[in-house]
Protein backbone atom coordinates (compact mmCIF):
# COMPACT_ATOMS: atom_id res chain seq x y z
CA UNK A 1 0.00 0.00 0.00
CA UNK A 2 1.66 3.22 -1.49
CA UNK A 3 0.67 6.44 1.28
CA UNK A 4 1.28 10.08 0.81
CA UNK A 5 -0.33 12.24 3.70
CA UNK A 6 -2.55 9.58 5.07
CA UNK A 7 -5.01 10.14 7.63
CA UNK A 8 -5.18 8.34 10.85
CA UNK A 9 -7.98 6.19 8.96
CA UNK A 10 -5.37 4.24 7.42
CA UNK A 11 -4.89 1.94 10.75
CA UNK A 12 -8.10 0.45 11.13
CA UNK A 13 -7.84 -0.22 7.03
CA UNK A 14 -4.75 -2.18 7.50
CA UNK A 15 -6.03 -3.76 10.34
CA UNK A 16 -9.42 -4.78 8.58
CA UNK A 17 -7.05 -5.62 5.69
CA UNK A 18 -4.41 -8.03 7.35
CA UNK A 19 -6.89 -10.83 8.18
CA UNK A 20 -6.52 -11.74 4.12
CA UNK A 21 -3.69 -11.65 3.13
CA UNK A 22 -0.28 -13.24 4.28
CA UNK A 23 1.23 -9.60 5.53
CA UNK A 24 1.12 -6.12 4.87
CA UNK A 25 3.70 -3.40 3.58
CA UNK A 26 3.34 -0.06 3.74
CA UNK A 27 5.58 2.76 1.39
CA UNK A 28 5.10 6.16 2.22
CA UNK A 29 6.09 8.67 -0.83
CA UNK A 30 7.82 10.97 0.90
CA UNK A 31 5.03 12.70 3.21
CA UNK A 32 6.15 15.20 5.18
CA UNK A 33 7.40 15.42 8.60
CA UNK A 34 3.84 15.86 10.11
CA UNK A 35 2.85 12.47 8.63
CA UNK A 36 5.37 11.00 11.06
CA UNK A 37 2.85 9.66 13.84
CA UNK A 38 0.22 8.24 11.73
CA UNK A 39 3.31 5.92 10.38
CA UNK A 40 4.88 5.62 13.67
CA UNK A 41 0.82 4.44 14.83
CA UNK A 42 1.19 1.86 12.00
CA UNK A 43 4.64 0.64 12.88
CA UNK A 44 3.61 0.07 16.46
CA UNK A 45 0.18 -1.76 15.03
CA UNK A 46 3.25 -4.38 13.96
CA UNK A 47 3.12 -3.26 10.37
CA UNK A 48 5.98 -2.87 8.25
CA UNK A 49 6.41 0.89 6.60
CA UNK A 50 9.21 1.62 3.87
CA UNK A 51 9.64 5.33 4.34
CA UNK A 52 10.89 7.12 1.10
CA UNK A 53 13.41 10.01 1.54
CA UNK A 54 11.67 11.70 -1.22
CA UNK A 55 8.51 11.90 -3.59
CA UNK A 56 9.32 9.28 -6.09
CA UNK A 57 5.72 8.84 -7.66
CA UNK A 58 3.10 6.20 -6.99
CA UNK A 59 4.39 3.22 -9.80
CA UNK A 60 8.25 3.63 -7.26
CA UNK A 61 5.97 3.28 -4.72
CA UNK A 62 4.18 0.37 -5.97
CA UNK A 63 7.34 -1.71 -7.19
CA UNK A 64 9.48 -0.90 -3.40
CA UNK A 65 6.73 -2.89 -2.23
CA UNK A 66 6.32 -5.36 -5.01
CA UNK A 67 10.10 -6.37 -5.04
CA UNK A 68 10.20 -7.04 -1.08
CA UNK A 69 7.36 -8.68 -1.45
CA UNK A 70 8.50 -11.01 -4.52
CA UNK A 71 12.31 -11.45 -2.58
CA UNK A 72 10.23 -12.89 0.17
CA UNK A 73 8.22 -15.80 -2.46
CA UNK A 74 4.80 -14.14 -2.64
CA UNK A 75 2.95 -15.93 -4.95
CA UNK A 76 0.54 -13.63 -5.54
CA UNK A 77 0.96 -9.85 -4.36
CA UNK A 78 -2.31 -7.11 -3.83
CA UNK A 79 -2.04 -3.67 -4.62
CA UNK A 80 -4.47 -1.20 -2.81
CA UNK A 81 -4.31 2.97 -2.11
CA UNK A 82 -4.75 3.81 1.04
CA UNK A 83 -8.10 5.65 0.43
CA UNK A 84 -9.36 1.78 -0.81
CA UNK A 85 -11.90 -0.66 1.97
CA UNK A 86 -11.92 -4.09 1.06
CA UNK A 87 -14.97 -6.33 1.86
CA UNK A 88 -14.53 -9.33 3.85
CA UNK A 89 -13.25 -12.14 1.76
CA UNK A 90 -12.06 -9.74 -1.04
CA UNK A 91 -9.01 -11.94 -1.45
CA UNK A 92 -9.86 -14.91 -1.09
CA UNK A 93 -12.74 -14.54 -3.92
CA UNK A 94 -9.78 -13.29 -6.15
CA UNK A 95 -7.72 -16.25 -5.16
CA UNK A 96 -10.73 -18.12 -6.38
CA UNK A 97 -10.76 -16.80 -9.71
CA UNK A 98 -7.34 -17.69 -10.23
CA UNK A 99 -7.71 -21.33 -9.34
CA UNK A 100 -10.97 -21.31 -11.92
CA UNK A 101 -8.98 -20.36 -14.89
CA UNK A 102 -6.88 -22.76 -16.72
CA UNK A 103 -3.49 -22.40 -17.71
CA UNK A 104 -4.70 -21.45 -21.43
CA UNK A 105 -6.49 -18.62 -19.93
CA UNK A 106 -3.18 -17.05 -18.74
CA UNK A 107 -4.56 -14.86 -16.08
CA UNK A 108 -1.96 -11.93 -15.00
CA UNK A 109 -4.72 -10.28 -12.63
CA UNK A 110 -7.96 -10.49 -10.81
CA UNK A 111 -9.09 -6.93 -10.07
CA UNK A 112 -12.71 -6.02 -8.43
CA UNK A 113 -15.85 -6.40 -10.00
CA UNK A 114 -17.73 -3.44 -8.56
CA UNK A 115 -16.20 -0.25 -7.62
CA UNK A 116 -18.19 1.59 -4.66
CA UNK A 117 -21.36 0.21 -6.45
CA UNK A 118 -20.78 0.46 -9.85
CA UNK A 119 -20.03 -2.55 -11.81
CA UNK A 120 -17.44 -3.29 -14.83
CA UNK A 121 -18.66 -4.08 -18.02
CA UNK A 122 -16.39 -7.29 -19.23
CA UNK A 123 -15.16 -7.12 -22.72
CA UNK A 124 -15.18 -10.79 -22.92
CA UNK A 125 -15.44 -14.07 -20.92
CA UNK A 126 -13.32 -17.03 -20.99
CA UNK A 127 -14.37 -20.57 -21.18
CA UNK A 128 -14.69 -21.01 -17.37
CA UNK A 129 -17.01 -18.01 -16.93
CA UNK A 130 -14.42 -15.21 -15.77
CA UNK A 131 -15.47 -11.78 -16.94
CA UNK A 132 -12.51 -10.36 -18.92
CA UNK A 133 -11.54 -6.26 -19.17
CA UNK A 134 -8.57 -4.82 -20.96
CA UNK A 135 -7.92 -1.84 -17.88
CA UNK A 136 -8.82 -1.41 -14.55
CA UNK A 137 -7.23 0.69 -11.69
CA UNK A 138 -4.90 -0.89 -10.20
CA UNK A 139 -6.10 -0.76 -6.09
CA UNK A 140 -7.74 -3.80 -5.77
CA UNK A 141 -5.23 -5.62 -8.03
CA UNK A 142 -4.47 -9.63 -7.51
CA UNK A 143 -1.24 -10.19 -9.50
CA UNK A 144 0.51 -13.19 -10.11
CA UNK A 145 4.33 -13.49 -9.24
CA UNK A 146 4.83 -15.35 -12.48
CA UNK A 147 2.81 -12.19 -14.68
CA UNK A 148 5.07 -9.42 -12.72
CA UNK A 149 8.29 -11.44 -13.52
CA UNK A 150 7.50 -11.68 -17.40
CA UNK A 151 5.73 -8.30 -17.97
CA UNK A 152 7.88 -5.91 -15.79
CA UNK A 153 7.02 -4.10 -12.92
CA UNK A 154 5.25 -0.76 -12.90
CA UNK A 155 6.78 2.13 -15.18
CA UNK A 156 7.76 4.21 -12.74
CA UNK A 157 8.54 7.45 -15.56
CA UNK A 158 4.62 7.60 -15.01
CA UNK A 159 5.06 8.93 -12.12
CA UNK A 160 1.46 9.32 -11.31
CA UNK A 161 -1.64 8.93 -13.57
CA UNK A 162 -1.76 5.75 -16.25
CA UNK A 163 0.27 4.20 -14.41
CA UNK A 164 -2.58 0.85 -14.32
CA UNK A 165 -3.51 2.05 -17.68
CA UNK A 166 0.04 1.26 -19.19
CA UNK A 167 0.27 -2.08 -17.00
CA UNK A 168 -2.46 -3.91 -18.42
CA UNK A 169 -1.96 -3.09 -21.92
CA UNK A 170 1.85 -4.18 -21.36
CA UNK A 171 0.43 -7.48 -19.87
CA UNK A 172 -1.81 -8.03 -22.91
CA UNK A 173 1.10 -7.80 -24.84
CA UNK A 174 3.01 -10.79 -23.20
CA UNK A 175 -0.53 -12.66 -23.58
CA UNK A 176 -1.77 -11.93 -19.86
CA UNK A 177 -5.25 -11.22 -18.99
CA UNK A 178 -7.50 -9.11 -16.36
CA UNK A 179 -10.33 -11.18 -15.23
CA UNK A 180 -12.65 -9.09 -12.34
CA UNK A 181 -13.44 -10.95 -9.37
CA UNK A 182 -16.84 -12.56 -9.45
CA UNK A 183 -19.04 -10.27 -7.13
CA UNK A 184 -16.29 -8.49 -4.88
CA UNK A 185 -17.15 -4.82 -4.61
CA UNK A 186 -14.38 -2.28 -3.80
CA UNK A 187 -15.21 1.60 -1.80
CA UNK A 188 -12.43 3.94 -3.38
CA UNK A 189 -12.60 7.54 -3.44
CA UNK A 190 -12.55 8.57 -7.12
CA UNK A 191 -11.93 12.35 -6.33
CA UNK A 192 -13.20 15.58 -6.01
CA UNK A 193 -16.72 16.35 -7.56
CA UNK A 194 -16.94 19.88 -8.17
CA UNK A 195 -20.24 22.02 -9.91
CA UNK A 196 -20.53 21.87 -13.89
CA UNK A 197 -20.54 25.21 -14.24
CA UNK A 198 -21.13 27.06 -18.56
CA UNK A 199 -19.56 30.69 -18.23
CA UNK A 200 -19.88 31.05 -14.74
CA UNK A 201 -23.17 29.35 -14.44
CA UNK A 202 -24.27 26.74 -12.10
CA UNK A 203 -25.74 23.68 -14.67
CA UNK A 204 -28.70 21.76 -12.98
CA UNK A 205 -30.69 18.50 -14.21
CA UNK A 206 -34.05 17.91 -13.27
CA UNK A 207 -33.19 20.34 -10.05
CA UNK A 208 -30.43 18.64 -9.11
CA UNK A 209 -27.05 20.60 -9.72
CA UNK A 210 -25.04 18.75 -12.16
CA UNK A 211 -21.11 18.45 -10.65
CA UNK A 212 -18.29 15.82 -12.08
CA UNK A 213 -14.88 14.59 -11.33
CA UNK A 214 -12.34 17.49 -11.13
CA UNK A 215 -8.64 16.87 -10.84
CA UNK A 216 -6.48 20.03 -10.00
CA UNK A 217 -3.79 21.79 -12.38
CA UNK A 218 -0.78 19.15 -11.31
CA UNK A 219 -3.09 16.04 -11.53
CA UNK A 220 -4.34 17.34 -15.27
CA UNK A 221 -0.82 17.69 -16.47
CA UNK A 222 0.00 13.93 -16.14
CA UNK A 223 -3.11 13.08 -17.39
CA UNK A 224 -2.39 14.69 -20.76
CA UNK A 225 0.88 14.02 -20.44
CA UNK A 226 0.63 10.37 -19.39
CA UNK A 227 -2.20 9.79 -22.20
CA UNK A 228 -0.51 11.22 -24.73
CA UNK A 229 2.47 9.31 -23.82
CA UNK A 230 0.22 5.76 -23.91
CA UNK A 231 -0.98 6.64 -27.17
CA UNK A 232 2.21 6.97 -28.87
CA UNK A 233 3.27 3.63 -27.48
CA UNK A 234 0.39 1.74 -28.37
CA UNK A 235 -0.82 3.41 -31.96
CA UNK A 236 0.32 0.74 -33.88
CA UNK A 237 -0.45 -2.62 -31.51
CA UNK A 238 -3.66 -1.35 -29.39
CA UNK A 239 -5.21 1.22 -32.49
CA UNK A 240 -8.89 0.53 -31.16
CA UNK A 241 -7.96 1.36 -27.91
CA UNK A 242 -5.88 4.68 -28.27
CA UNK A 243 -8.91 5.78 -30.23
CA UNK A 244 -11.15 5.27 -27.57
CA UNK A 245 -9.11 6.48 -25.42
CA UNK A 246 -9.01 9.66 -27.21
CA UNK A 247 -12.86 9.60 -27.00
CA UNK A 248 -13.27 9.06 -23.30
CA UNK A 249 -10.41 11.90 -22.27
CA UNK A 250 -11.22 14.70 -24.94
CA UNK A 251 -14.77 15.19 -22.76
CA UNK A 252 -13.05 15.52 -19.46
CA UNK A 253 -10.59 17.73 -20.24
CA UNK A 254 -12.87 20.13 -22.11
CA UNK A 255 -14.46 20.71 -19.11
CA UNK A 256 -12.07 21.20 -16.73
CA UNK A 257 -10.66 23.95 -18.86
CA UNK A 258 -14.08 25.61 -19.30
CA UNK A 259 -15.84 24.54 -16.38
CA UNK A 260 -13.59 24.19 -13.60
CA UNK A 261 -11.83 26.49 -10.93
CA UNK A 262 -8.33 27.57 -11.97
CA UNK A 263 -9.41 27.57 -15.72
CA UNK A 264 -6.04 29.63 -16.59
CA UNK A 265 -4.08 26.58 -14.96
CA UNK A 266 -5.83 24.25 -16.37
CA UNK A 267 -5.62 24.92 -19.57
CA UNK A 268 -1.74 25.24 -19.59
CA UNK A 269 -1.16 21.91 -17.53
CA UNK A 270 -3.09 21.02 -20.73
CA UNK A 271 -1.41 21.88 -23.21
CA UNK A 272 2.01 21.59 -21.68
CA UNK A 273 1.15 17.86 -20.73
CA UNK A 274 0.29 17.26 -24.26
CA UNK A 275 3.59 18.77 -25.43
CA UNK A 276 5.62 16.89 -23.01
CA UNK A 277 3.77 13.48 -24.06
CA UNK A 278 4.71 14.11 -27.59
CA UNK A 279 8.24 14.72 -26.75
CA UNK A 280 7.49 11.37 -24.39
CA UNK A 281 9.10 13.71 -21.52
CA UNK A 282 8.87 11.75 -18.39
CA UNK A 283 9.18 11.75 -14.62
CA UNK A 284 8.06 14.58 -11.71
CA UNK A 285 7.13 17.72 -12.24
CA UNK A 286 9.77 20.49 -13.07
CA UNK A 287 9.66 22.94 -9.74
CA UNK A 288 8.95 25.96 -11.87
CA UNK A 289 6.02 24.12 -13.70
CA UNK A 290 4.61 22.94 -10.43
CA UNK A 291 5.03 26.19 -8.88
CA UNK A 292 3.38 28.02 -11.38
CA UNK A 293 0.15 25.16 -11.42
CA UNK A 294 0.08 25.37 -7.73
CA UNK A 295 -2.63 27.79 -6.74
CA UNK A 296 -1.73 30.14 -4.61
CA UNK A 297 -3.31 30.60 -0.99
CA UNK A 298 -5.06 33.61 -0.27
CA UNK A 299 -3.63 35.38 2.77
CA UNK A 300 -5.93 34.98 5.63
CA UNK A 301 -8.09 38.05 6.54
CA UNK A 302 -6.30 39.61 9.57
CA UNK A 303 -8.17 39.39 13.12
CA UNK A 304 -10.13 42.72 14.25
CA UNK A 305 -8.79 44.16 17.32
CA UNK A 306 -10.70 43.07 20.43
CA UNK A 307 -13.28 45.61 21.44
CA UNK A 308 -12.57 47.49 24.80
CA UNK A 309 -13.77 45.78 27.79
CA UNK A 310 -17.01 46.94 28.92
CA UNK A 311 -16.74 49.40 32.42
CA UNK A 312 -18.47 46.83 35.40
CA UNK A 313 -21.44 48.48 35.66
Known amino acids: MPTFRPDRSLTWRLDSLSAQVGSVIVVDDGSPTDSNAILDEVEAHG ?177 ARNNVDLYLRFAKSKPRWVLSAIKREFSPAITTMVSGPQGVRQLVATLVGVAHGLIRRRGPLSPTLRAFLTPRRRAEPRAAAPAPASPPQ
Open 47 to 223: YEVIRSPSNRGIAAALNSGIQVALHRGAQFVLTLDQDTTLPDGYVADCLGAFELASAETRLGVVCADRINGIPSIPEAWTAEGLGLVREAIQSGFLISAECLRECGLFDEELFIDCVDTEFCLRISTHGYRIAVGPGTDIRHSLGERVPLRLFGIPLSRHGQPVSYEYHGPIRRYFI
